[in-house]
């Protein structure tokens, strides 16, 4: 089965949320981290947490600049939010 359980809300053609069921299975994230060749040892931590079992969980993030940007009919979202970061500007 090739589909996730993942959504994306779009409002006037901009995406303004995103959310998603997140992998909970210890052996599947153990194969897809072999897989991209990530070593298990760096994120036993990580691991640890889901070998005893973890229920399903997911999340999703939410954008109200994104909103208000449509809102106001502004192209960028830069000049709708506070303090804008770029390659340029990682602290405010």
């Given at each position: ?20 069921q997140?992998?909970h ?7 897809q ?17 889901f ?42």
């Open positions: 089965n090739n589909l996730t359980k993942s959504f994306d809300l779009i409002w006037k053609g901009t995406e303004i949320t995103t959310g998603a997140r992998e299975r210890y052996k599947i994230l153990k194969e981290a072999k897989e991209k060749k990530i070593s298990l040892k760096l994120i036993k931590d990580y691991l640890n947490f070998r005893y079992g973890c229920p399903p969980h997911g999340g999703f993030g939410f954008s109200p600049t994104r909103i208000l940007m449509l809102l106001l009919g502004i192209k960028n979202v830069r000049e709708v939010t506070f303090l804008p970061r770029d390659t340029q500007r990682l602290t405010p």
